[in-house]
């Protein structure tokens, strides 16, 4: 088995991050070790977008590799889960379909496939997480911080999906069941896929398709966990994947990359929720029912254009073309904001969120100029979005159309010598927002809005030090600043007072982070520990809140966020490790507009403090075996009426087994939730309402099973 969560101190081009964290991986039939400090220079992280050592880069790195995932999900359902049981900065999955207060170190993180952006910059639809099934994965690397090296999106942080590759010629045939003692049969979910490759030293070709089933959940005390019919869920749906690669190497210095994904979830509509009661502790429930209007789906499609040449006007040039069709189809409602008297009374409806995006990256590195201790990269991104939403049974535009344009060349400079590495950088970013003049929905007074296009310029800065004291211990500090659009669409479709001006509307201003850190790494032969403490800040920040229809509006106001992380890991002996991961992330925002935070920040915006314990051991070369403790505290940071919104901590036990035989292939069992505890999930107690409070799921039996010749 293989945990490659890497610590290292990590600033890369544009971006300023500062990082710290631990290296795992397996031997042949051995247990899990840390790498050695060899191999830990050479490895290289994509997200980075410049080839840089290990010692050299201050900033915060979480690498999952696949064979990690894979374990994970016999004790998860989603991506979501498994950055929450390995990412402790990263909040508690909502275990739905969407990730909406889904955040890393109290901000949301950008989502890439292969550097493809998933994240939607105008109109924010919280299904990034949800793009790709994991089979197709091949390893995931998080950067935890704000960041501008791969564009606007990242104020939290940046999750890089990376996709498999092929070696060789190989077939992967994957299957799983997965049940709930409780309810056996609506529970019960199951899954298959296939995957082919085949690569030669000229080209490689990868094809793969996967399907899944997911029953329905439940939790604890053995009630159907209510289904989310407005955002979506990922019980009691359905899943396609179908995924290529193709790689063609013309000689040694250049090469052509393409990627195609087309991933699909979609409910399958059968269940009903039944409201329950927040105050009185009675959760939101599940029962069989017509479901009224289309069940909610996602549909994505994500392809890349890749061209590599190591010998460009003197350095390594990548330049990537992609683009993405996001479309996301959300359950209905008859809430007031969709009632209108010139469609009826007691209207349903429910809202498409639907997204294009085109781009191209171009990256450019050179290494030791004019044979001197420094290396630069330069470039230039583009990004053009076009969003709209509307809600789909009447036709109407809640959002209107939408076009966004971004442009943002860069550059950045390295100084490496003798265990000093100093890096600083530029990037600039121009973008020019166009909307059409607009009138908003009844809800909103149907306020007539002039269009108009503005645009924003931001120069973003960053600074980073890391010095190596010795081959054990190394220091570092960065500043950085990243860029990111409010949600648009939720700003826009709000306005409901006359006389606006999308030209000169405030709301549309840019996010701009400032995130600063500093941290400590040691690496020994047995011992791994990284701790890191840093501050983000906002002067305009983008904080969800709740309406009466539970539909969340965008608050602009100053935000004040910090914390620290601490990710240790020790090797018994050769065959076991323990290790702990602990993050405490706090904030405030400025609720009455006097420039001084006030208020803290509640669950949708910010993570409760978290601590992840775990112990692996390898049996024998053919049978090793995880067992794992993540523990949310409590944060009881409201008084009054608003007390209701207080945390109450909970921790669950997870196990995994993994069996390989000789012939037959692997076999992995899991137990999610061993001891079926029962809990409120922690954005029913902070951000719910009654018809979302939703338990967390109870004990899960998962058995998966995968050959490959």
Do not use: C
């Amino acid at each position: 088995m293989k945990q490659s969560v890497i610590s290292i101190a990590v600033l890369a081009a544009l971006s300023g991050l500062a990082l710290s964290g631990k290296v795992y991986a397996a031997e042949e039939s051995t247990s899990e070790q840390s790498v050695s400090k060899e191999d830990a220079e050479v490895l290289t992280i994509m997200a980075t977008r410049a080839p840089l050592p290990a010692s050299s880069v201050p900033a915060t790195i979480t690498v999952i590799d696949g064979e990690e995932i894979r374990l994970q999900l016999s004790v998860a359902n989603s991506l979501s889960d498994i950055l929450g049981n390995l990412v402790p900065s990263f909040s508690p999955s909502r275990q739905k379909l969407t990730s909406s207060g889904e955040t890393l170190r109290g901000r949301k993180p950008l989502y890439l496939i292969d550097g493809v952006p998933q994240s939607n910059p105008l109109r924010d639809g919280a299904r990034a997480a949800n793009t790709i099934d994991p089979l197709m994965i091949e390893r995931v690397e998080v950067i935890h911080g704000a960041s501008a090296i791969q564009g606007m999106g990242a104020s939290g942080g940046i999750i890089n999906i990376v996709t498999k590759s092929a070696s060789g010629t190989s077939h992967e045939v994957n299957a799983g069941v997965s049940m709930q003692p409780t309810d056996s049969g609506d529970s019960l979910g199951y899954h298959a896929g296939y995957l082919w490759s085949h690569g030669t030293d000229d080209y490689e070709i990868m094809l793969g398709a996967h399907l899944r089933e997911t029953g329905l959940y439940f939790d604890g005390n053995g009630n159907a966990i209510g289904v989310d019919t407005t955002q979506g869920d990922t019980m009691d749906s359905s899943s396609q994947d179908i995924f290529g690669k193709f790689v063609y190497r013309l000689n040694n210095e250049q090469e052509f990359r393409v990627m195609l994904n087309h991933y699909e979830l979609a409910s399958n509509g059968d269940y009903i929720t039944v409201t329950g009661d927040r105050a009185a502790g009675i959760p939101a429930i599940s029962e069989r029912g017509l479901l009224e209007g289309d069940p909610a789906e996602n549909e994505i499609t994500t392809a890349s254009f890749e061209w590599r040449d190591s010998d460009f006007l003197g350095g390594a040039l990548n330049w990537q073309l992609f683009s993405q069709d996001f479309s996301a189809l959300y359950g209905g409602g008859r809430f007031a904001t969709f009632q209108d008297p010139a469609y009826g009374t007691d209207i349903f409806d429910q809202s498409r969120n639907d997204s294009s995006k085109l781009g191209s990256r171009v990256t450019l590195n050179w290494q030791q100029i004019a044979d001197m201790p420094v290396d630069m990269t330069a470039g230039v991104d583009f990004l053009e979005d076009t969003t709209y939403q509307e809600l789909a049974q009447t036709g109407r535009k809640w959002v209107p159309e939408t076009s966004f344009e971004n442009w943002a060349p860069y550059v950045q400079a390295r100084y490496m010598n003798n265990g000093l590495t100093l890096s600083a950088g530029l990037r600039y970013e121009y973008g020019n927002l166009k909307v059409d003049d607009f009138t908003t929905l009844y809800s909103y007074n149907s306020t007539f809005v002039e269009g108009g296009s503005p645009s924003f310029n931001e120069l973003l800065t960053n600074f980073g030090a890391v010095y190596n004291f010795n081959s054990e211990w190394r220091g570092f500090i960065s500043v950085s600043e990243a860029f990111s659009m409010p949600d648009v669409g939720r700003v826009l479709r709000a306005i409901d007072q006359p006389d606006q001006q999308v030209e000169t509307f405030l709301n549309l201003q840019p996010v701009v982070t400032d995130n600063n850190e500093v941290g400590v790494e040691y690496r020994g032969d047995s011992l791994n520990f990284s701790a890191s403490y840093f501050e983000s800040n906002s002067d305009l920040g983008a904080r969800l809140s709740p309406n009466s229809d539970g539909i969340f509006i965008v608050n602009r106001e100053k935000t004040e966020i910090s914390g620290f992380e601490i990710d240790t890991n020790y090797a018994l002996n050769n065959d076991a490790t323990i290790g702990l991961m602990y993050a405490d992330t706090d904030g405030d925002f400025d609720s009455d507009g006097d420039g001084q935070v006030d208020t803290p920040l509640g669950g949708s915006n910010m993570t409760p403090r978290r601590l992840n314990l775990y112990w692996s051991q390898y049996w024998t070369g053919d049978i090793n075996t995880r067992l794992q403790w993540n523990k949310l505290f409590d944060r009881n940071i409201y008084t009054g009426a608003e007390a209701i919104n207080n945390f109450d901590g909970y921790d669950t036990v997870d196990f995994t087994m993994n069996i390989a035989t000789q012939n037959a292939g692997e076999f992995t069992i899991g137990l999610e939730n061993l001891f079926d505890e029962y809990y409120f999930t922690y954005y029913a107690q902070t951000a719910g309402n009654d018809g979302r409070n939703f338990t967390g799921r109870g004990r899960t039996v998962s058995i998966n099973w995968r050959k490959q010749w």
